[in-house]
């Protein structure tokens, strides 16, 4: 019986060549999407999971009155925690940003700028679950030593054996050889933690080691710098040992700040809990939702063609229906039958899927910058969440044609009148309502976003960042000839014809700031406004300069305020957001001020107007700048094209003073736009999307309108004869489809406003959404549907009717 019916199912398919093609292509392009969307939610699900002690793991976090929260907090407090609390089993600091430097391997003269460096507890590898494929975990207990990635490993050492070897790390803390003692799995998308190196935090509990950097006292509770993690007893309560963390925190901090602690599950370090979860997280559960449902709407899409088609496509088959009943075919054979034919339906477009899913992978993976495939969905829970959806539905979508076909009465089937059913009808014009408004409301989604992300790259940003390239200063050979190399260089690079200007800095747009401090106060402050934030950085006389930043009032730093010891100074800038902080109601009044840093008094010698020092997706904040000669950043103003020649100049000159140091450069327009990234990411994500959902609709439409004008071959060829035009043939076929599509702009434009508006309230700058998007989305979807049926609807009304009237 079984073969019997496959041998039907093959048959009707091949007899039906353009319906199963649309049918199975349509299917297979719905799941194919479905499969890569559910990979890259699989993904993110997943981040963080695989640590042996997750269900223990908590992220300590400061926490201000705003609610606003971060995870660095002051490294004395876990030993102070752990002291008090029993219930805190151990505990693991990660200091990162604070290691970043140059990294030497001086027997081959070879060295790099590192970024994903970490000073880390002794524990490191046995408190999380990171695989060591060389060297003893035990071996960070001991200071001056070091653990490199396995592609670390390949880069300085190549085939030799890194155990036993000497890197030497240059940064804040001065220079520093370390031990490498052992090789980790590089940590792959899997993990929020990304380290290519882990240094000892035992080294810095040595003060010699500290270069002056007092604030990185391993025992203080003045600094945040650090990422501190908790693994807690068996069913500890983390929200009542929260509490006692807070009364220790009154007890022992001498600023008695607002700021409180906060545990965050380290499960939900990646993924937010929920959407009113405030904490700071790596990824974005709202993007993941979307996806998700995006997922599942372009699958529905391709199960309405399919159940559309398929119910269309039964009409013509009502005679086989009707004669099979009569020789004896019970309702169970022909729902057998038919299901049958369904299920091979579905089995061809999922093969066809894998095929596209193969091919399309690496399209995809370069997009979302990641390293996706099968195997990562296959690695998670979904895909048994996927599969179950695709069998629910393949089976669903296949029943429902089934029972409607082995339901055709008799006697009606016998005389044709199934034709004029109303409930087929309406259940037609219903999916393809349905399709076009899912289909509009992701091409208007894809709009806004579009719009948003140019709104943010295209924004006044307060200053101009055209032509700007920034240089990373040098971290080997702080020696006492340092400062005279240093102003060697920067007079050479004045002397070169293509540099219209420069400038030093701490720190520099787009690449966040030296720190970010409270303490501040004027004689305009309240009481509590020495715990408002403010964010700080070091700029050379000439930073505003080439960075065309505007004074609101008064001036920029001298070239000899900026030669001064840090201590030493006694000036400061403000930007507008500051100003307003600390109570002034005009630049004018700020200009000649006098400001308190805790102890310190400092004069307001000029008001920066507000720029972006930040992407557009967060406001400006409130800014102090500090005058000082900082050689971690030189900005060059360049003039003229043929920038790669210019850069290879700049590279000897840098090279000529500071051998040994990586030369690393990068373009301000550039990396101020890497900000927007993720931005940039969902926004092809959503055009992808919505070319799929749109093009998988439109294969429906055309195969709809294939059977219409089947049903209508013998109506078309009487109007031909009796004069009737090819446009009113064409205006005839087309108008019924023209007027869903309208039904489903009107239908998809006020939930795309609802959930768009929702989305862009994330964003600190952010567009107005304008009714041309709806426009537009309506025009393209009316247009595409148009060209769609118009092509079928021309044929037909291009055929010779006295053919037509024969072929009826």
Known sequence: MFKNHLKIALRILLRNKVYSFINIAG??????????????????KSVNQFHANLPTMFRLLNQNSKGESWAQVEPGWATKAQERFPEIKSYCRVAESVGQGVVKYEAKNVSFREKKVAYSESNFFTFFSFPLIKGSA??????DVVFVAASVAKKYFDQENPIGKTLTLYNQFGKKDYLVE????????????????????????????????????????????????????????????????????????????????RLQPFSEIHLASSFSDTYPHNGNIKYVFILSGIAFLILLIAWFNYINLSTANALKRANEVGVRKVIGATRNNLVMQFLGESILVNLLAFIGAIFLVTLLQPFFNEIIQKNLSLSTLLSSSLWIIGLGLLIIGSVASGIYTAWGLANFKLIETLKGKLHKSAKGIFLRKSLVVTQFSISIVLIIVTLIIFSQLKHMQNQDLGMNIKQLLVIKGPEIGKDSTFKNRVNAFENDIANLNFVNDYCTSGSVPSNWYNFTTVGFTSAKSKTGDEQKPYSFVTIGHKFLKTYDIPLKAGRSFTEQECDVEWNNNSKVLLNEKALEQLGFKSANEAVNAKIKWDERYLDVIGVVKDYHHKGLQTAIDPMIFYPFNSSSYLTIKLAGENMNSKVATLENVFKKHFSGNPFEFFFMSENFNKQYETESQYSTLFTMASVWAIFIACMGLFGLATFTVESRTKEIGIRKILGASVFSIVQLLSKDFLILVSIAILIACPIAYYFMHQWLQDFASRINIEWWYFVVAGVLALAIALLTVGFQATKSALMNPVKSLRTE
């Open 27 to 44: 299917l297979a392009l719905g799941i194919a999407a479905f499969l890569l969307i559910l990979e890259y939610v699989s993904l993110e």
């Open 138 to 143: 035990s071996a960070l207990q001991k200071p």
């Open 182 to 261: 052992g090789v980790f799995a590089n940590m792959g998308d899997l993990s929020d933690i990304q380290l290519d190196f882990v240094f000892s935090l035992e080294t810095l509990k040595n003060p010699a080691n500290l270069n002056d950097n007092s604030w990185a006292n391993l025992t203080n509770l003045d600094s945040q710098y650090i990422d501190t993690y908790f693994q807690l007893n068996q069913n500890t309560d983390y929200l009542a040992l929260e509490g006692k963390l807070n009364v220790l925190r009154k007890e022992l901090s001498k600023e008695n700040d607002d700021i409180t602690f």
